[in-house]
């Protein structure tokens, strides 16, 4: 689990949005019991796989699909003979992907575009002449823009799905 703290991190995980749950349970029990959550659950949909766990809001209910989706990645760990459940919320692995190569993409474009117009720059060329060749530089700001809305748009399913955890430790449902 990552801790980044530059101005891409909204492509990473940041520390704010990390979830511990402590269970009374070993790990191998404890992952067990909520793998089987997971099925019987109509609110979110998941998967366990040995110790880590990879939890989405129920395509049903969500606000949000496909790569912008917010998804809880997380896994299950011993603490002596108790166990807790460590994770984080961050888009899935594609939308991160396509924003990062939106922004890098963009950047070049537009670094491309301001060595073309500085080229063909006279003594006779006015501020005027340089606005289309301006415009490439805001695409990356709209990339984080988008990534950022997408992140605010998912705040509804990442509460339901820390609900659901909340739901595990104080008993209501199986665990």
Same mark, same amino acid.
């Given at each position: 689990?990552?801790?980044?703290?530059?101005?891409?991190?909204?492509?990473?995980?940041?520390?704010?949005?990390?979830?511990?749950?402590?269970?009374? !349970?070993?790990?191998?029990?404890?992952?067990?019991?909520?793998? =089987?959550?997971?099925?019987?659950?109509?609110?979110?949909?998941?998967?366990?796989?040995?110790?880590?766990?990879?939890?989405?809001?129920?395509?049903?209910?969500?606000?949000?699909?496909?790569?912008?989706?917010?998804?809880?990645?997380?896994?299950?760990?011993?603490?002596?003979?108790?166990?807790?459940? =460590?994770?984080?919320?961050?888009?899935?692995?594609?939308?991160? !992907?396509?924003?990062?190569?939106?922004?890098?993409?963009?950047?070049?474009?537009?670094?491309? !575009?301001?060595?073309?117009?500085?080229?063909?720059?006279?003594?006779?060329?006015?501020?005027?002449?340089?606005?289309?060749?301006?415009?490439?530089?805001?695409?990356?700001?709209?990339?984080?823009?988008?990534?950022?809305?997408?992140?605010?748009?998912?705040?509804?399913? =990442?509460?339901?799905?820390?609900?659901?955890?909340?739901?595990?430790?104080?008993?209501?449902?199986?665990?």
């Amino acid at each position: 689990m990552t801790r980044q703290g530059s101005f891409f991190s909204i492509l990473w995980t940041p520390s704010r949005r990390r979830v511990m749950l402590a269970f009374d !349970l070993h790990s191998d029990t404890a992952a067990q019991r909520l793998s =089987e959550a997971l099925n019987a659950s109509s609110e979110v949909t998941g998967r366990v796989v040995g110790s880590g766990v990879k939890i989405g809001r129920h395509p049903s209910r969500t606000r949000q699909r496909g790569a912008f989706a917010t998804v809880f990645y997380g896994i299950v760990q011993d603490e002596g003979d108790c166990s807790s459940l =460590e994770g984080h919320f961050q888009l899935h692995p594609v939308g991160r !992907l396509f924003v990062a190569a939106w922004i890098v993409l963009s950047t070049l474009l537009a670094l491309a !575009l301001l060595f073309a117009g500085a080229l063909r720059a006279n003594p006779e060329s006015t501020a005027q002449d340089a606005l289309p060749f301006l415009f490439p530089v805001v695409l990356p700001f709209l990339g984080l823009g988008l990534a950022q809305w997408q992140r605010r748009r998912g705040r509804r399913d =990442e509460a339901a799905i820390r609900g659901w955890l909340e739901s595990l430790k104080s008993g209501r449902d199986t665990l």
